[in-house]
């Protein structure tokens, strides 16, 4: 009796385990602060909602949304893999999304899954006539008192064409000398980034390296292999910043290991020269 008692108490732990870190929704706050951040813009709060997908946190995506909403956003940056192609549910992610564009304005770049499904338009679609702002591989802008931010955004390379060419594409009608925001779904693309001067990306797909082994950092990563390099935080070189999502669901691998789902939040801060 006391050997089952041992083995059932075990299965419990672990279900405990692996529900609350597939489950429990955190919230990542970063500040980025550079000269090049117009001052109206000084404590603009970006929240950023990746890779859910087709994941349910509570009754109508209530968990997720409380969360963003928690967090006071003036936008809402979505970086790909809204659903999963293994499971394709398009309605359960857009009940999220529908109350999201009532707390900020939203913005959307698709993932490798949106591009595997073969459903890139009608997501696209989709996802306009609730109001989201759609950007494949084109560029927008934000005003506040006279003052603009770029918003870049481009698609997966999946979809056949090179992370170079969608960019030049997105960057051809943007003024160089204004603040400049990238959705791209792949941070092991940041090179590219880089060298096209960006000044924040916004990415994803690496799922914080789905497993997180303790002071070292994620396990395995999507086009990065074994102890990938970008799976969560803020990374740096030269002028650029990229902030990679740890994201919100799971896909061919269905657990997070010591890897909650995340939203992640930026907040602009204008530094004086």
């Given at each position: 009796m006391k050997k089952i008692l041992i083995l059932f108490s075990l299965i419990i732990g672990v279900y405990l385990f692996l529900y609350v870190n597939n489950?429990?929704?955190?919230?990542?706050?970063?500040?980025?602060?550079?000269?090049?951040?117009?001052?109206?813009?000084?404590?603009?709060?970006?929240?950023?909602?990746?890779?859910?997908?087709?994941?349910?946190?509570?009754?109508?995506?209530?968990?997720?949304?409380?969360?963003?909403?928690?967090?006071?956003?003036?936008?809402?940056?979505?970086?790909?893999?809204?659903?999963?192609?293994?499971?394709?549910?398009?309605?359960?992610?857009?009940t999220a999304v529908e109350q999201l564009v009532e707390i900020a304005d939203v913005y959307y770049v698709i993932g490798n899954h949106e591009v595997a499904i073969n459903k890139v338009d009608e997501i696209y679609e989709a996802l306009k006539k609730l109001g989201v702002h759609v950007l494949p591989n084109t560029s927008t802008t934000i005003k506040r008192d006279g003052e603009i931010l770029n918003i870049l955004g481009i698609e997966d390379p999946l979809n056949g064409f090179e992370t170079q060419s969608m960019l030049n594409l997105a960057m051809s009608e943007i003024n160089a000398d204004y603040f400049t925001i990238l959705l791209a779904h792949r941070p092991e693309m940041f090179y590219t980034y880089v060298v096209n001067n960006m000044d924040l990306v916004f990415s994803g797909h690496a799922h914080g390296g789905q497993v997180r082994i303790p002071f070292i950092g994620g396990l395995f990563a999507p086009a990065q292999g074994f102890l990938p390099t970008y799976t969560s935080g803020l990374y740096k070189e030269d002028a650029a910043t990229m902030a990679v999502s740890r994201g919100l669901g799971n896909s061919t691998v269905p657990f997070r290991i010591f890897n909650l789902p995340e939203i992640v939040v930026v907040e602009l801060k204008s530094k004086s020269l």
């Open positions: 489950h429990w929704i955190v919230i990542t706050e970063h500040v980025y602060e550079s000269e090049k951040v117009p001052k109206s813009f000084d404590g603009f709060k970006i929240a950023q909602v990746s890779d859910l997908h087709d994941a349910s946190f509570g009754l109508d995506q209530g968990r997720l949304v409380e969360k963003v909403r928690e967090s006071n956003p003036d936008v809402i940056f979505i970086t790909g893999d809204l659903i999963d192609s293994n499971r394709y549910d398009l309605q359960q992610s857009l």
